[in-house]
């Protein structure tokens, strides 16, 4: 009787065993699946502070400088975005979205190649008083933000 006791227990710890290494093993296969999926945001503060790698994708955000937006030639258009603390350059070929404008909230999907964000990706606001939510938070973080009606929002 003892002998069957000894197997079952043995039997229950090697299921446990095996259910972590599984567990282990599809919690690193999801994690590698997602390495490339994962797209931070960043505020032109944070680019310049810690410039991440060449090859990383990530988004960065902020207002559209005034007077800094230039069209090149066919689809390639250069403009500075900021958060009214730092400024970093953007460059992008392809068509932006109709509401893109110099003063409004945008976030911007790419790389950043010396000293140069290279947006693969642009989005605008939608209206006159929406910005996106990393765009206000990265603001407010540095006490830049200023609600669309015109008054500094603290909250």
């Known amino acids: 009787m003892s002998g069957l006791k000894s197997l079952k227990k043995r039997r229950r710890v090697q299921i446990i065993v095996l259910a972590f290494v599984a567990l282990a093993l599809s919690t690193g296969l999801i994690g ?44 390639t258009i250069t403009f500075v975005v900021t958060d009214n603390t730092s400024e970093v350059p ?34 605008a606001k939608h209206d006159e008083s929406y910005m996106p939510k990393e765009v206000i938070e990265a603001l407010k973080e540095q006490g830049n933000y200023v609600a669309p009606d015109g008054s500094e929002a603290g909250n």
């Open 32 to 75: 590698y699946a997602m390495r490339d999926g994962i797209n931070l945001f960043r505020s032109p503060t944070q680019v310049l502070e810690t410039p991440p790698a060449e090859t990383e994708v990530f988004r960065i955000g902020g207002l559209v400088a005034m007077d800094s937006l230039v069209r090149g030639e066919g689809e």
């Open 90 to 123: 953007v460059h992008f070929t392809g068509i932006l979205p109709d509401l893109f404008g110099e003063g409004q909230g945008m976030v911007g999907q790419g790389r950043y190649v010396g000293g140069v964000f290279e947006a693969s990706e642009i989005l």
